[in-house]
């Protein structure tokens, strides 16, 4: 009994400690990354994922889909940080910055059966020599997660929007799939923190807030940044032609932009392009083979069915869907948009 | 302990290694193939070798490469396969992004996208490795077999290729290339070198594919104008399979039974092949045949040598459903298929005041071949004949480009 008591006591002592964490910079500094997410200290309570103190929550206008997974962000920016504002680009936040992405499928509709899943958790981290990436899985019990190198297949199941329960294979990238995406000539870097991407409200543990008016009231960025900031690509309120451009930077923008891993084709989605057959428009495949379904152009305006790029964004299939990795179930809501997009051109 | 240290660094000298720690990793079929050779691919260091025993490989998800200066090698050709015939993700078979990496013994099968692609690399060897789709030509293929794209000091020797939906062996947007001793079979195109600056092209066998060799440029991708193309000594022969490319894709427009087919670039020779049994043209030397907004893009071919070549029979049974080509041709010699055939399309200036010398193609000796070009000024004139024959016309001295070499660092 006594030593019941004790292993309580015990226990308590290591919540309370978790309480109280803090972030672990050295950890974050040194030249291996950690085994384990635990070892930051970037959450008080890791499995319920509440950041510590100096980790705020930030969010996108327009997200990358990964399979319907939800995604939970959090940013640490060291004491004293600035980060620079650079027009079309993320900032360039200063050396020990993190930037923290847990993909899980929530499940947390009021019917939902299935009890929350943590998948994953990928950090960049800003060191010296340019950003590391790293991604830590969740283990079963969901109590901590533990260092990625060649992935994982994750078969599961989760509650999709509609209340319906879905089947997923879910990868965890491996750490070169990592840079498929993140590469920008030669050198890895996040993708979402645009400023243009990040002007939107967020609620805080201390009420809600623009994001760009927080992060400067942290400190970390300048004030009046003037930007044309991408929207919520879902948001019907919003004008079509900048949805849809503003899921295509998001979800396509990265690999096909000048620099980009799909540079070699000449196809450009990135939101700043404005050379219609970079675009796409009445542009032919360089490299597509069978990706082309028998279609001569990437878009043909007005005709959503005679555009690859509709095509290869239905696909299921490896060797024809875009993007490459990192999905293995169809966008829906976003096909529908981009076929509504294409048609109108 | 001191004399194992002396034992290593001797060992060192005597391999005169750069990585005196290097070391190989063994891995033999198991049941979970993918994460052991991904995480020995990711976790290898500079100078280590991967070995992979013989025997099939099944992997559902693409593996890949990004350490530099490493091997991944197999026990041959066809003793270690990796088979993707039930990939579930990844576009490629094996994907290599970092410099100087060696490829060698080992084949790729049925990948859902393309096998093997390199991109953005310093130094790339492929050595005695095959790429293959093992149900025939099929559209449902996937792309390209070996293929480096935008890369500097490629090495292509000893290898197969057979069954890719566009090509076997495709090198794009590189520099610096050297393919060779290799097989090419029942591709839509057997070897083609695209958008790129010095390439030799030799010693290899081309034949069963809709296109045995060709010599590409396009607009509107970061590199174009290719140039310095050697193609020499190969046997690019029986090259009579249909078309079988997804519509929409460039080689789609290639007829079935072509030997050679240059488009656009600069500086081309092609000297010393075996040309021949090729349903419809041996040789043809033509223009992009597609309205671009590319101000950077010159769509005609300029400076293509063509010498010392022996022609077997050609045009008997022309493809006049794929593409312009054949039928254009197969229209102006009324059915007279020639060996050699350039399409003489200039920029306007040119058509009127004549092309500079020294972007003339120039048509050496290649036995008793026959030529037919298209003089583009009468073609626009009403009650001129725009075809010319006369293959002395074209005759003219041979001027070598250089030969390729590649960065010792390889």
């Not at chain 1, 510590?52 to 920016?77: E, M, Q």
């Not at chain 1, 930037?99 to 060191?127: G, V």
């Not at chain 1, 396509?252 to 990135?270: R, W």
């Not at chain 2, 039974?257 to 041996?282: C, K, L, R, Y």
């Amino acid at each position: 009994m006594k030593l019941y008591n004790s292993l309580i006591l015990i226990a308590f002592a290591i919540s309370a400690l978790s309480i109280t964490a803090e972030v672990n910079h050295s950890k974050i500094l040194s030249e291996d990354v950690a085994l384990k997410l635990s070892d930051y200290g970037f959450f008080n309570n890791l499995t319920k994922q509440i950041p510590a103190d100096g980790v705020l929550p930030y969010d996108l206008n327009s997200a990358l889909f990964s399979d319907y997974a939800d995604k939970l962000r959090f940013v640490y920016v060291p004491e004293e940080g600035f980060a620079e504002y650079r027009p079309n680009k993320v900032f360039n936040f200063p050396v020990g910055s993190v930037l923290i992405k847990t993909f899980a499928y929530l499940n947390d509709s009021p019917e939902s059966d299935l009890s929350t899943q943590l998948l994953e958790t990928r950090l960049l981290i800003r060191r010296d020599e340019g950003w590391k990436n790293v991604s830590y899985i969740w283990n079963e019990e969901q109590t901590d997660a533990y260092k990625s190198i060649a992935g994982k297949t994750i078969s599961t199941q989760f509650v999709n929007d509609y209340g319906g329960v879905q089947d997923v294979r879910y990868r965890v990238p491996n750490i070169n799939q990592c840079k498929e995406c993140h590469q920008s000539n030669e050198t890895i870097t996040p993708i979402g923190p645009k400023a243009r991407n990040l002007n939107k409200d967020t609620s805080y543990a201390d009420g809600t807030m623009n994001q760009l008016l927080k992060w400067h009231q942290q400190g970390w960025i300048k004030e009046n940044i003037s930007i044309k900031s991408m929207v919520d690509w879902s948001d019907i309120n919003e004008n079509l032609e900048t949805r849809a451009r503003s899921y295509l930077d998001i979800n396509c923008g990265h690999c096909h932009i000048e620099g980009g891993s799909a540079d070699t084709t000449g196809l450009y989605l990135n939101y700043a392009e404005n050379r219609e057959v970079h675009l796409g428009y009445f542009k032919k495949p360089i490299a597509a083979g069978r990706a082309s379904n028998n279609l001569k152009y990437s878009i043909v305006p007005g005709k959503p069915d005679e555009s690859i790029l509709l095509y290869r964004m239905q696909s299921l299939d490896p060797g024809i869907m875009m993007p490459e990795s990192g999905r293995a179930l169809q966008h829906v809501e976003a096909v529908d948009l981009l076929r509504k997009w294409i048609h109108q051109l | 302990m001191k004399i194992f240290l002396k034992q290593s660094r001797l060992y060192c000298l005597v391999a005169l290694s750069t990585f005196c720690l290097a070391k190989t990793i063994n891995i033999s079929p198991s049941q979970d193939p993918y994460t052991e050779i991904q995480e020995a691919l990711i976790l290898a260091s500079p100078g280590d070798i991967i070995h992979l025993s013989a025997g099939l490989y099944e992997l559902e998800d693409s593996l890949s490469i990004d350490v530099n200066n490493i091997i991944l090698e197999g026990d041959g050709i066809n003793s270690t396969v990796l088979s993707f015939q039930n990939q579930l993700s990844g576009a490629q078979g094996l994907s290599v992004t970092s410099d100087n990496v060696i490829l060698r013994d080992f084949a790729v099968e049925n990948a859902k996208g393309d096998a093997i692609k390199v991109k953005g690399v310093d130094g790339i060897s492929f050595i005695r490795i095959r790429t293959e789709w093992t149900n025939g030509p099929s559209s449902e293929n996937g792309a390209y077999g070996l293929y480096p794209v935008e890369s500097k000091n490629v090495l292509i020797d000893s290898c197969v290729a057979i069954g890719a939906s566009d090509a076997g062996i495709y090198v794009g947007q590189s520099e610096n290339i050297i393919v060779k001793n290799s097989i090419a079979e029942f591709n839509v195109a057997g070897i083609e070198i695209e958008n790129s600056y010095y390439a030799d092209v030799f010693n290899n066998y081309a034949s069963n594919n809709t296109g045995g060799i060709l010599v590409f440029d396009l607009p509107d991708i970061p590199q174009q104008g290719g140039h310095h193309i050697r193609v020499f000594n190969n046997k690019s022969v029986n090259n009579n399979t249909d078309n079988f490319a997804p519509e929409g894709n460039i080689v789609g427009e290639v007829p079935r039974g072509s030997g050679i087919i240059i488009q656009a670039n600069s500086h081309v020779e092609i000297f010393n092949n075996d040309i021949g049994d090729n349903d419809t043209i041996n040789i043809a030397v033509v223009t992009y045949g597609y309205d671009t907004e590319d101000e950077n893009y010159y769509p005609h071919p300029r400076s293509i040598q063509i010498h010392g070549n022996r022609f077997g029979r050609s045009g008997y049974n022309p493809d006049l459903e794929t593409g312009e080509l054949a039928k254009i041709l197969f229209e102006l010699s009324d059915g007279n298929m020639p060996d050699i055939f350039w399409d003489g399309i200039l920029p306007l200036p040119q058509i009127i005041f004549g092309q500079p010398k020294e972007d003339k193609i120039i048509l050496g000796d290649n036995g008793d071949a026959s030529f037919l070009t298209i003089n583009a000024l009468k073609y626009i004139l009403p009650f001129f004949d725009p075809v010319e024959t006369n293959y002395e016309k074209f005759s003219g001295e041979i001027t070598p480009l250089p030969p390729v070499a590649l960065s010792e660092t390889l």
